[in-house]
């Protein structure tokens, strides 16, 4: 079955793997679903283990459907449920923050300074969560279709160096500087959390409760009988197991390690 994670460029044998289990990671998605594709076993594998882990979507999701007639305020607030279904599902204890962007126009809303409203937001919540690990998209990925991960990405990377420094936007709180971003789609990934089948089992179950995704995203059947999603779960273990193959570990994720 191909898939979201299909294709993906793989890390090289030798690449890192596994930080030291951190006390508190914010992930950062462009869309509700992001972030449980691209880190969800690595987020349930911390939050089984005491990590506070923190999600924060960057848009409303609201054109996230193929069906022409929907209302897009209606999938919105359908979304918003269902991250926070798939949040409970991963084990996170903590917030699910949505910034409220606009489907589609991220890029428009997210830049520092005059107007860029998503970017001091994101630096307020690095500063008040103050987390040890910062997942995002890797903005620099090339050939990329979708503007809104680019878009997430270089938020992300804009907010975590806002967040560190004291003289950005003094008013959104004292400055914190996380120990280590991880960007997954990377174009180069060059670290791997280890993803043990308890956990990859966590992430498939996180991803199912995005329901409203899972004709356009996961090619599963509104009325699955239990066959899709089976395939679908198969598909996310071959990603991983990948993954492991290609760097020398374990099934895992990958990402592209930076220190802040």
Sequence with gaps: MTHLL?????PRPGSTHDLERPGCVVAVGAHPDDIEFHCGATLARWASEGTAVHLVICTDGSKGT?????????????????????????????????????????????????????????VGVL???RPDVVFGHDPWRRYRLHPDHRAAGFLTVDACVAARDPHFVPERGPAHR???LLLFEADEPDHVETAPPDALRTKVDALLAHRSQWTSTMAIDDADDGTGATAFADGITAAATEV?????????ESFRRLAL
């Design 127 to 129: 500063r008040r969560l």
């Design 6 to 10: 299909a294709g993906a460029p793989l």
């Design 178 to 180: 996380p120990s280590w």
């Design 244 to 252: 492991g193959d290609a760097a020398g570990t374990g099934p895992g």
């Design 66 to 122: 193929w069906d022409a007639t929907a209302d897009p305020t209606e999938v919105a607030r359908r979304r918003a449920a269902e991250a926070a279904d798939a949040a409970a599902a991963l084990g996170a204890t903590g917030e699910v923050a949505l910034l409220g962007g606009v489907d589609g126009e991220l890029a428009a809303a997210c830049a520092p300074g005059a107007g860029g409203l998503l970017h001091d937001d994101l």
